[in-house]
């Protein structure tokens, strides 16, 4: 069965860290673009960041470009997200999601169950 | 970074309708439009991609049109189970964007 599960999430204090994980089955993880997207409470869908299959490029919405890092370990099948300096904006349900194809760079048709950070002191 | 803007924000229909729900880009995306259901609690469902291709296990009754800016989403007769929130997503820009959403409910 093709599988996300995201883990890490938590209560954090403003100006915090975390990292969240993105653990793949069921699918060649090494060659598939992989996606995170966060929802806050109640709102829509925000799209965060992308990497490519092989880890080597990234991009990164403007609200958190240079506070979040995106990355993965193909040989552990596991997606990273690096969320630094955080603030009470940043919280949200955050999923993990792969792309629908290897040929493709989006169309995200595998989603995680979503995994809760809350930025409060 | 490109917009999306979704109309109309809400939409009150009965089961059995037609549903038309609109997605405008600030700049063409060509045909790198999907669309995206989601239900409360749930994780978004890929309905659309590339503007007019259902993805796998999706009805014939979701259907999307448009190239450019301007995309509709189709549900020609609505059942029960279709009432949930619908998003746009490009990935024409390096950074993809979502559309805000329309929420499509039970009159």
């Known amino acids: 069965e093709v599988q996300l599960v995201e883990s890490g999430g938590g209560l954090v204090q403003p100006g915090g860290s975390l990292r969240l994980s993105c653990a793949a089955s069921g699918f060649t993880f090494s060659s598939y673009w992989m996606h995170w997207v966060r929802q806050a409470p109640g709102k829509g869908l925000v799209w965060i960041s992308r990497i490519t299959s092989d880890g080597s490029s990234t991009s990164y919405a403007d609200s958190v470009k240079g506070r979040f890092t995106m990355s993965r370990d193909n040989a552990k099948n596991t997606l990273y997200l690096q969320m630094n300096s955080l603030s009470a904006e940043d919280t949200a349900v955050y999923y993990c999601?792969?792309?629908?194809?290897?040929?493709?760079?989006?169309?995200?048709?595998?989603w995680g169950q979503g995994t809760m950070v809350t930025v409060s002191s | 970074e490109i917009v999306l803007t979704q109309s109309p924000a809400t939409l009150s229909l009965s089961p059995g309708e037609r549903a038309t729900l609109s997605c405008r880009a600030s700049?063409?995306?060509?045909?790198?439009l999907a669309w995206y259901q989601q239900k409360p609690g749930q994780a978004p469902r890929l309905l659309i991609y590339?503007?007019?291709n259902r993805a796998t296990g999706i009805p014939a009754r979701f259907s999307g049109s448009g190239s450019g800016t301007d995309f509709t989403l189709t549900i020609s007769s609505l059942e029960p189970e279709d009432f949930a929130v619908y998003y746009c997503q490009q990935r024409s820009d390096w950074q993809n964007t979502f559309g805000q959403g329309t929420k499509l409910e039970i009159k």
């Open positions: 590339d503007a007019s």
């Open positions: 999601a792969r792309v629908m194809t290897t040929a493709t760079t989006g169309n995200l048709n595998i």
């Open positions: 700049q063409s995306v060509s045909s790198y």
